[in-house]
């Protein structure tokens, strides 16, 4: 890719000449598709899980029909059968013979039918008794097509969350059976129908911590995992030089390597957030280039700033929706005690985990670091963890570190 056509700034994922290098990631995960593996796609936020399931679905397209199932507003199984439903709707084969399971629910013609009215009068057609065979219906005429199918199923982890924990974030019984009963029906179908249909599950929060402390890990067992990782450091440089060609904007090697020792891990989305800031910096001052000062300045004013605080935010925002207000408040005791100290010791993590539920402290410590682990907040080494990532790092002790008492100055 000549970076031409790169944006500095770009939305939830990108395609085509917006996609940038992945080449050997994207190649890997269309071959373990057209093996016919589900995967189980994981990465920590704004590394490109989505970019790469548009990416691989647009190479694939002629010899796969693949739908795109973004559960992100979906609260039931119901709801995840009806979006699974409405991806169809691309294919037209596909759509007539989806159309077929809920006939006796439709009382107008599809054309007449709006698509947010369109899910009503689905969802209408889908109750506690039924969505399951409904469920198997739809499959079974995804498994007919002339081509094998692949579905990328998008933020399961945040369905399954609300089907684990509701609104009072309490695990019953009750609520585990749910999605065990969800998670056993998407397992079935993909051993039903394995060679015909791929099942792609991915999301923002991880769904293995959550199927973990559920009991329930044994139905993810027909999904191999895929793992992508952050940037290299070569490809992130690679990826400034680009964009630096494609605006005009001169990038000296010492800038660049200074924009990623900043920046340390190499999160897409947050190299280009960067180069953005840059670019913007030096166009309203006028100035000739960038310079390595210019590069502190801006990390700290924007990165670490009001404009950078929007979007490092939601790492925030995402803890609360998962954890709840109880975990939540460790979480956030543990995360900024690792801001401010440098790392989180065991020690530090036990009188902190024992300040917020007292002698039962051993259990929520033990979910809430499997969390904050998994979903890329922290790294571990031996038995201290630290932030992955220095940005995220210097941004949590700057929004929360003046009303913080460390865990050594505290009284157990």
């Known amino acids: 890719m000549s970076g031409s056509s790169l944006r500095r700034a770009t939305g939830n994922w990108v395609v085509g000449d917006q996609f940038w290098d992945r080449e050997v990631e994207l190649a890997l ?3 373990r598709l057209e093996e016919g593996a589900h995967l189980l796609l994981t ?7 989505t970019s790469l399931m548009k990416e691989a679905a647009r190479r694939m397209e002629g010899r796969f029909l693949c739908l795109y199932v973004d559960l992100q507003k979906a609260e039931s ?3 995840a059968i009806v979006e699974l439903s409405l991806a169809a709707r691309q294919y037209k084969p596909a759509w007539d013979r989806v159309l077929s ?3 006796h629910a439709l009382r107008d013609t599809v054309e007449a039918v709006k698509i947010k009215d369109l899910s009503i009068t689905l969802r209408g057609g889908l109750t506690a008794d039924n969505w399951r065979s409904k469920g198997d219906d739809i499959f079974q005429a995804l498994a007919e097509q002339d081509l ?3 579905v990328f199923f998008d933020e399961v982890a945040i369905l399954v969350n609300r089907l684990l924990r509701g609104s009072d974030y309490v695990i019953t019984s009750q609520r585990r059976e749910e999605v065990d009963a969800f998670l056993s029906w998407l397992r079935a179908n993909s051993i039903r129908h394995q060679g015909k249909v791929r099942l792609v599950v991915t999301g923002s929060i991880g769904l293995e911590p959550l199927v973990r402390q559920a009991g329930l890990s044994a139905t993810l067992n027909t999904f191999t995992p895929f793992h992508l990782a952050p940037w290299e450091r070569r490809v992130a440089g690679d990826c400034l030089k680009a964009l630096s060609n494609g605006y005009g904007l001169v990038l000296r090697q010492d ?3 200074a924009m990623l020792a900043r920046l340390g891990v190499c999160i897409p989305h947050h190299v280009q957030m960067f180069f953005d800031h840059v670019y913007e910096h030096v166009r309203l001052t006028g100035a000739a280039e960038a310079s390595v000062q210019l590069v502190g300045e801006v990390y700290q004013q924007s990165m670490l700033g009001i404009r950078g ?3 490092l935010s939601h790492m925030e925002e995402r803890l609360t929706m998962v954890l709840g207000p109880k975990l939540d408040l460790l979480a956030l005791d543990l995360l900024t005690e690792a801001a401010v100290t440098g790392a989180l010791t065991t020690d530090a993590a036990r009188i902190l ?3 917020h539920f007292a002698e039962d402290w051993a259990s929520p410590l033990r979910d809430v670091l499997g969390i904050l682990e998994h979903d890329g907040y922290f790294s571990k080494r031996h038995d201290t963890y630290s932030f992955a990532s220095p940005l995220l790092k210097d941004w949590w002790r700057a929004r929360f570190q003046f009303a913080y008492v460390p865990a050594a100055e505290r009284k157990v």
């Open 29 to 31: 995960f269309m071959e």
């Open 43 to 49: 990465a920590p936020r704004r590394i490109g899980k």
């Open 77 to 79: 199984a119901s709801d």
């Open 101 to 103: 399971v809920f006939q």
């Open 148 to 150: 094998p199918v692949v």
């Open 255 to 257: 800038v660049i390597d």
């Open 309 to 311: 605080h929007v979007e």
């Open 353 to 355: 985990a024992f300040g």
